[in-house]
């Protein structure tokens, strides 16, 4: 999971595409970003799913 810092951190980066170097960050490494918390978040609806199916 992600802490606020971090997410903080991603989204001064995200509003100031000059900083990605500042911030450890390629260009494109947003898209990435965007992509990666997609996932995140499907995996963990999914997991969702399968207890609220067990707990039926």
Same mark, same amino acid.
């Given at each position: +999971?992600? @802490? @606020?810092?971090? %997410?903080?951190? /991603?989204?001064? $980066?995200? /509003?100031?595409? /000059?900083? /990605?170097?500042? $911030? !450890?960050?390629?260009? !494109? !490494? #947003?898209?990435?970003?965007? #992509?990666?918390?997609? %996932?995140? %978040? +499907?995996? #963990?609806? %999914?997991?969702?799913?399968?207890?609220?199916? #067990?707990?039926?």
């Amino acid at each position: +999971m992600y @802490t @606020t810092s971090n %997410q903080q951190k /991603s989204s001064i $980066c995200s /509003s100031n595409p /000059s900083s /990605s170097q500042a $911030c !450890g960050k390629r260009p !494109g !490494g #947003l898209v990435e970003e965007i #992509l990666h918390h997609a %996932q995140a %978040q +499907m995996y #963990l609806l %999914q997991k969702l799913k399968l207890i609220l199916k #067990l707990n039926k």
